[in-house]
């Protein structure tokens, strides 16, 4: 496969990822703060879109993979293979998007007080981390081929066995 036409579909996985998990991730962590509110969800989102899309573009997440099961002969795409993508990708997006959201929910929280709430913010994003990280991790196994699956389709791509894709 040409360099140009895996440039594209990097990008669009890049894209739908980050569009699927904020989705997710960003109604998990607004219902867990306590604090739900349909305004707050989709500032949430949008925030956590441009954040993960963003972390996509300058951190090579699936060369990183590809490395990773490269040095440590495992079979991309295989089981084990997508157990230890997954678990890359979920280090690298959910602390920093977890990080950053509880700040942005702490600091509506205050906002919306008055600056009357006080919100210890260890403990807030210490249960948000504990909450979001599991569920990330299962969120980008099943969604990953499922997107996957569906930009080669798009893309005219035959994507074969999983074992034949490298």
Known sequence: MDHDKMKTISRKMNIYMGVAMSLTLSLVGSISSGHFTIKGYIISFIISTVISIMIGFVIPISEICAGVCRNHDIERHSLKGRLIESLISDVVYTPLLTLLMVVFNIAMVVKNSGG???????????????????????????????????????????????????
């Open 116 to 166: 009357n709430a006080q919100i210890p913010f260890l403990p807030m994003f210490l249960h948000s981390l504990l909450i979001c990280f599991p569920v990330g991790y299962v969120l980008i196994f099943i969604m990953q081929p499922v997107l996957l699956k569906y930009v080669f389709k798009k893309e005219g791509i035959d994507i074969g066995r999983p074992g034949d894709r490298d």
